[in-house]
């Protein structure tokens, strides 16, 4: 069986690290990328395409919500889920999330007990 690919986008190399050793310990293939821009570079380049997508909104160069439009704007992205994961816990934020794309969102900080089952909701 071919494990699932997780493009994960997060500058914080501290939660890259502790989502990407969760994801891996747990059988996912990943693939880790620190701001917007490389996020939608990896979508228009690689091959295979990911399953899914964890988006941190709060980026450099491009933010989270630009990468989403971008991303669903490439035919091959409209099919993948995008899933936020970010602090962003205001009235309003997670309405701004969906409506920027996102099919779904986990709060940070995440709990490292319930992050697999929270995103496997969304494969």
Not at 75 to 83: E, F, L, W, Y
């Given at each position: 069986?071919?494990?699932?690919?997780?493009?994960?986008?997060?500058?914080?190399?501290?939660?890259?690290?502790?989502?990407?050793?969760?994801?891996?310990?747990s059988g996912y293939?990943?693939?880790?990328?620190?701001?917007?821009?490389?996020?939608?570079?990896?979508?228009?380049?690689?091959?295979?395409?990911?399953?899914?997508?964890?988006?941190?909104?709060?980026?450099?160069?491009?933010?989270?919500?630009?990468?989403?439009?971008?991303?669903?704007?490439?035919?091959?992205?409209?099919?993948?889920?995008?899933?936020?994961?970010?602090?962003?816990?205001?009235?309003?934020?997670?309405?701004?999330?969906?409506?920027?794309?996102?099919?779904?969102?986990?709060?940070?900080?995440?709990?490292?007990?319930?992050?697999?089952?929270?995103?496997?909701?969304?494969?």
């Amino acid at each position: 069986m071919v494990s699932k690919r997780i493009l994960v986008v997060e500058d914080d190399a501290q939660n890259s690290y502790l989502i990407q050793f969760i994801l891996e310990k747990s059988g996912y293939a990943v693939e880790v990328v620190s701001d917007g821009e490389q996020a939608v570079s990896a979508m228009e380049t690689a091959y295979p395409t990911p399953d899914l997508i964890l988006m941190d909104m709060l980026l450099p160069k491009m933010n989270g919500y630009e990468a989403t439009r971008a991303i669903k704007a490439i035919s091959v992205g409209a099919r993948i889920p995008v899933i936020a994961l970010t602090a962003y816990s205001m009235k309003g934020d997670r309405e701004r999330i969906l409506e920027a794309g996102c099919d779904g969102y986990i709060a940070k900080p995440i709990d490292p007990e319930t992050f697999v089952s929270e995103m496997e909701e969304y494969l």
